[in-house]
């Protein structure tokens, strides 16, 4: 298993930009109130350099790995889900939902479906149930349907990250681990953006979404990186 320290020397430098980029989104903390391409752009920049991140690996290492070819993909259909968000008062909340539920599609599909892990599974099935279950007096019209929809995505894609992360008998690496806490970064995001826009106010709302979204993104685009370090093992070997 590779080091923490081996991890830091060899990833940190690439996420420099990611860092830069999120500091810029929460130091100009842009007001939603008046949606932009402008703001759009700022939400968007740091998705853009996790882009950046996977191809600073090389275009060989996307060929060769169908799993960073999913998590790329999923990161292009966040950033657009992003930027259709900047104007859901506008009526384009559907259109970010649906991005974000290809995403999940995306990244239950890098994760894979093995181990199973019933018991995660079960554990994430009631968390989804009781999350649609809070949410489902305030619901109306088609969000009744389409919010259950994303959940049980959501809930599938959390499933399949936290299943592949075994802790028994050392079976599991660092790239796993990233895989799952993203996972559920993203869930706690989303379930935040869901409790405020259909409950109530969540205090600092904004603030808590988007330090978990950009969170989750990171140490989802960090979880494949452990093919190419298989790949470097073995050529090693």
């Known amino acids: 298993m590779v ?3 081996t991890v830091v020397k060899s990833e940190g430098p690439k996420l420099v930009p990611f860092f830069k980029a999120t500091c810029v989104y929460f130091v100009l903390w842009l007001p939603t109130s008046s949606p932009s391409w402008f703001s759009a752009l700022i939400k968007c920049l740091p998705i853009f350099c996790l882009w ?17 070819r999913k998590i790329f993909a999923g990161l292009v259909f ?3 889900g992003d930027a259709f968000l900047i104007w859901q008062e506008q009526g384009y909340f559907v259109h ?5 539920a290809i995403t999940h599609i995306l990244y239950s599909s890098a994760f894979g479906m093995k181990p199973v892990n019933v018991i995660a599974g ?6 989804s149930s009781v999350s649609y279950l809070l949410l489902y007096p305030y619901l109306s019209g088609p969000f009744t349907y389409l919010v259950a929809v994303y959940i049980g995505l959501i809930g599938f894609m959390g499933w ?14 660092w790239t796993k681990l990233c895989a799952c ?10 379930l935040t953006i869901a409790v405020n826009k259909f409950c109530f106010p969540v205090p600092h709302s904004r603030a808590i979404i988007m330090a978990t979204y950009y969170a989750a993104q990171m140490l989802i ?8 370090d298989a790949q470097g093992a073995r050529k090693r070997a």
């Open 52 to 68: 950046m991140f996977l191809l600073a690996h090389g275009f060989s290492f996307l060929g060769a790995s169908s799993n960073a």
């Open 181 to 190: 806490l993203g996972a559920v970064l993203f869930m706690v995001s989303d």
């Open 122 to 127: 079960l554990v994430v099935t009631a968390v």
């Open 160 to 173: 399949r990250a936290v299943a592949g992360l075994q802790l028994a008998n050392d079976l599991w690496t």
């Open 96 to 100: 970010g939902l649906l991005m974000f």
């Open 221 to 228: 685009s960090l979880s494949v990186v452990e093919c190419q």
């Open 3 to 5: 080091s923490p320290v």
């Open 78 to 80: 966040s950033a657009l």
